[in-house]
């Protein structure tokens, strides 16, 4: 029954044809896209005391990610170090870039996951161009970009998969005519060919280099396409289904370690794994806990015996859990993912900000974090929810410096602070691997949509009148409390048109002109608390004017606020609520500090992280 409906969910999936793409080195490209000289240098991307990331020149050289500076200046003591605390390059980079590869699409089914990973649903655009293919004289095709201008494409051979193919022998296949190759094989011919004139665009236009998986769903481009990195692309070959597990499908997915599998988050891999060896997986020496030594492929779990979706839900479901997270799981283990590529949205759903905190244990650095925050969301909402109230006139700035010709294109209805604080050391030394998120919001306070006064004066404000108030709500005890992470988000956002005072509304046509411009595509994030206010004078009196451009000595800037956690990988997480697309925020719990040397990373760095540890321990 359920093989049934594994071969019935993939033929579904073969209607679609699904690009993933993920930038080289990106964090190291923004850089080297703003100073080209650094191309041909060993470059590496340092954040606190590790490297997150390093250019391929600096891979060559034998430097890694989420490696030690020290380290790195020892192998490679000409590397040029840049900061990248401050993510706002990165965000930037990765809107503009977005916006790129939207501008191919037809359907705007392209969804972000995280800030350097694209996922395109290019269905229409290939099938349209499979309509105009002629069978008898496939390797002269011309592939069209727009249905308005047949001129518009280029030429290519569809007889040919353009990159890697996977399995690698299957690409010297050469075919003659269209009836020798099987529809979708034909499909994913086209949408090769489109990958690859996508990402020559990237690099010529923009200067950044990606790597590439073309296939029918979001699982299959993803893990497909990491299999040939920088600068590559890879198709996933049919066939997609068989009845002894010997499709290219199979043979993919069961290779790769369960955790390894987007949409298994770290819960599930590690009760799939306890399941699967019959007791808890091995760890590994060192403070991580959960990098295990024994790792546990898809295929032993698949094909454990009594395996079903029934079994499954047996051994992850339960309070908390999703109902039907054991077919979903069945499914992804079968290699089957039938979630959509999400839509282009034109506004966010949620402006957040996010810092984390090795220790942050009193108000004054509380006080400190929180103007650092209220400024950056406040910039944040006049870059992505303002637009230009004329295109015509040129825009005038106020004394203030804040643009004057500007209008709020949404109006966010809550203000939300969360925390988390840090639970307390173990006895034994270690600490508790998940801590959560609190919450209160309060209804938006209307002064944030002022454009006459400074954001350092709009900052102050929220500070003093909302954000301590919330504050002392979620913190009433003066001290004892020690945090990991504040978010700052405004939430519940409301069309401007629905609101607009003369009734005239938002000009729709302008917003699509310009569309590339305001391309959102944000988390939807919705755990808020009921909106109240509470309002708490003694706080607001604390606020202290403070030298606001000082970083803390406490704060890990920024680390967390755009970086996915292991659900960055995840597409049903624990909870079985779906991809978590998108890198504004990252999910409670998520963020790690290393014990050993108190970085912070999200959760599915620190196996790469505790490797280096124990690399570290026994060289
Ligand atoms: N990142 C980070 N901290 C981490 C992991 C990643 O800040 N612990 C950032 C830096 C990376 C970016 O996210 O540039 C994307 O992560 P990837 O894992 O995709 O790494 P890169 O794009 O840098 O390299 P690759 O060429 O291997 O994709
Ligand atoms: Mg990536
Ligand atoms: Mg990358």
Redesign the pocket.
């Known amino acids: 029954m359920e093989a049934s409906r594994r071969s019935r969910a993939l033929k579904r999936q073969h209607e679609s044809i699904v690009i993933h793409f993920?930038?080289?080195?990106?964090?190291?490209s923004v850089f080297e896209a703003e100073t080209p000289a650094l191309r041909s240098l060993p470059l590496a991307?340092q954040?606190k005391q590790i490297i997150?990331?390093c250019n391929y020149e600096a891979r060559r050289r034998g430097l890694r990610?989420?490696q030690l500076i020290r380290e790195a200046k020892t192998i490679c003591p000409d590397v040029v170090i840049v900061l990248g605390e401050d993510l706002t390059r990165f965000r930037n980079a990765s809107k503009e870039l977005y916006a790129f590869l939207r501008g191919f699409s037809w359907n705007a089914k392209v969804e972000r996951l995280?800030?350097?990973e694209v996922f395109m649903d290019v269905t229409d655009i290939v099938d349209y161009n499979l309509s105009l293919l002629n069978p008898n004289d496939l390797t002269n095709s011309f592939f069209c970009l727009s249905k308005d201008d047949p001129t518009d494409g280029f030429t290519f051979d569809a007889s040919k998969v353009a990159g890697y193919t996977y399995p690698e022998s299957s690409n010297d296949k050469l075919f003659v005519g269209a009836l020798e190759i099987d529809a979708l094989q034909l499909r994913l011919h086209l949408g090769s060919h489109l990958a690859m004139h996508v990402r020559h665009q990237l690099e010529q236009q923009k200067g950044y280099t990606c790597?590439v998986g073309i296939s029918t769903s979001k699982l299959h481009a993803k893990l497909v396409g990491n299999l040939h990195?920088?600068k590559g692309q890879t198709t996933l070959l049919p066939p997609y289904n068989s009845d002894d597990g010997s499709d290219n499908v199979t043979t993919l997915v069961d290779g790769h370690e369960i955790g390894k599998i987007p949409g298994i988050g770290f819960k599930i891999a590690q009760k799939l794994r306890d399941y699967a060896l019959q007791k808890p997986p091995e760890l590994n020496a060192g403070l991580m806990h959960d990098d295990t030594k024994e790792k546990v492929l898809v295929k032993r779990v698949r094909m454990y015996p009594g395996m079903s979706a029934e079994t499954l839900e047996k051994v992850l479901g339960g309070p908390g859990t999703l109902r039907g997270i054991g077919f979903k799981i069945w499914m992804l283990i079968n290699g089957v993912d039938e979630s959509e590529v999400g839509q282009a949205r034109e506004l966010p759903k949620q402006i957040s900000i996010e810092d984390s905190y090795v220790r942050l244990d009193t108000l004054d650095e509380v006080l400190k974090e929180l103007r650092s925050l209220a400024k950056s969301l406040i910039n944040r909402m006049h870059v992505d929810l303002l637009e230009d109230d004329s295109d015509d006139d040129p825009p005038g700035e106020s004394d203030t410096g804040i643009l004057q010709t500007k209008r709020w294109l949404a109006h966010p209805k809550t203000l939300r602070l969360s925390t988390r604080p840090r639970p307390p050391l173990n006895a034994d030394g270690s600490r508790n691997r998940a801590f959560n998120r609190i919450s209160r919001s309060l209804p938006m306070p209307n002064f944030l949509f002022n454009l006459n006064d400074s954001v350092d004066a709009l900052a102050e404000r929220l500070v003093s009148e909302a954000l301590i108030p919330l504050f002392r709500k979620l913190h009433p005890e003066k001290n004892g409390w020690n945090l990991s992470l504040i978010n700052v988000a405004v939430t519940n956002m409301a069309d401007a048109a629905s609101d607009s005072k003369d009734g005239t509304g938002r000009d729709i046509s302008k917003m699509f002109k310009r569309q590339d411009g305001v391309l959102k595509q944000w988390r939807v994030e919705d755990r808020d608390c009921p909106p109240e206010v509470h309002s708490h004078d003694e706080a607001a009196n604390a606020v202290r004017p403070g030298n606001e451009t000082e970083p803390s000595p406490t704060a890990m800037h920024t680390l967390s606020e755009d970086?996915l956690p292991q659900s960055w990988d995840s597409h049903v997480d624990d909870d079985g609520s779906g991809w978590d697309s998108d890198g504004e925020t990252i999910d409670e719990g998520s963020s790690f500090i290393c014990d050993v040397c108190e970085a912070v990373?999200?959760t599915f760095?620190m196996l790469a992280h505790s490797r280096w540890h124990s690399g570290e321990q026994n060289p």
């Open positions: 993920d930038y080289d080195c990106f964090y190291a991307v954040q997150v990331t990610k989420l995280g800030f350097d790597t990195k920088p970086i990373m999200p760095a």
